[in-house]
């Protein structure tokens, strides 16, 4: 008798807590079921906290799980590989090196920014939404201090030292949050005056956190914001990201080697090219038994989880 396959697509929260879920509910059948899990990288990445390896408040190896430890003694195959193509009607995902069959899979591949179209965003923005993002900022920060500790010229060196977050969600908050803490010891590090230092968090609404309903939790932000020096920006939209400056809706023009972005973010550009039917954001559309949509029908052996589904309530309203 040939075992039942379950195969899940993307080792981050969704798809981990996929995999633990499978093992335990089938661990006495282990015989009849296998599990597999599949992810281009060989760790778990906390997700959640890479503005803190970013803003140097913790080492970089503190945000990697190895997912092989994650289910040592589980019931589960982690496979490290990138999969190029998806045949969803005989079942099978190809890579450059093997074909993975299955009889059910899970789609748990994320998102990725969304630049929303602003010219220049992608090629010049930085941007948090992995391990090697955040170790490029990480780096990237250190070396603009590096540069301005021997920069004579004034204008350059405000350059250097000017950092900009666009995006006023929990990211970028959390990031110019940590902006704010780290220009202290990097200031001190490098013999750099930190009043030299300006960081801004450019938000294109006239509120940020607006998934808070606490005006008072927003003003307590705010206020944390004055106390770290931090120069919140409200209703102005970027309009293009050149690489060494970005310019608003009203026309300032900022100059700085520094803004990450931070604004919103889709289903991953891969995904999205599978052929399932997409809603918000190119997410995959999901009934309410998470299953993939496909031409207003859903797949009976395809389901979604976390980032990458897009699932509309009884209300009309997208569900997170």
Request: glycine letters at 6%; charged letters at 30%; hydrophobic letters at 35%.
């Amino acid at each position: 008798m040939s075992k039942t396959k379950l195969v899940i697509l993307g080792g981050s929260y969704a798809g981990v807590k996929a995999a633990k879920t499978f093992h335990k509910t089938f661990k006495k059948d282990d015989a009849n079921v296998e599990i597999t899990l599949i992810d281009k990288r060989h760790f778990h990445t906390l997700m959640t906290e890479l503005h803190e390896v970013a803003g140097h408040r913790t080492e970089p190896d503190s945000i990697k799980i190895d997912l092989k430890k994650i289910f040592a003694g589980r019931n589960v195959n982690v496979v490290v590989d990138e999969i190029k193509d998806f045949d969803l009607e005989n079942r099978k995902l190809t890579s450059d090196k093997h074909t993975y069959e299955y009889d059910y899979l899970i789609l748990a591949t994320g998102n990725e920014p969304n630049y929303f179209g602003i010219e220049g965003a992608k090629e010049n923005a930085h941007t948090l939404w992995s391990y090697e993002d955040a170790m490029n900022l990480r780096e990237h920060v250190e070396n603009m201090f590096i540069k301005a500790s021997t920069e004579p010229d004034e204008a350059e060196r405000k350059k250097l030292l000017t950092f900009a977050v666009c995006g006023g969600g929990f990211t970028g908050v959390e990031m110019v949050g940590e902006l704010g803490e780290a220009k202290v010891h990097l200031a001190k590090k490098y013999n750099v005056d930190p009043k030299e230092v300006t960081i801004y968090n450019i938000e294109a609404m006239s509120r940020i956190l607006n998934m808070l309903e606490s005006d008072k939790q927003v003003e307590k932000v705010e206020k944390r914001y004055k106390k770290l020096g931090i120069q919140l920006l409200k209703d102005s939209p970027i309009v293009k990201i050149d690489p060494e400056e970005f310019t608003l809706k009203d026309g300032t023009v900022i100059p700085t080697y520094t803004l990450v972005w931070t604004a919103g973010i889709k289903n991953t550009e891969e995904t999205a090219k599978i052929g399932l039917d997409l809603g918000r954001c190119d997410r995959i559309e999901a009934n309410e038994y998470m299953q993939a949509v496909k031409d207003g029908k859903p797949l009976q052996r395809v389901f979604l989880a976390g980032d990458c589904a897009c699932y509309i309530n009884k209300e009309g309203k997208p569900m997170p």
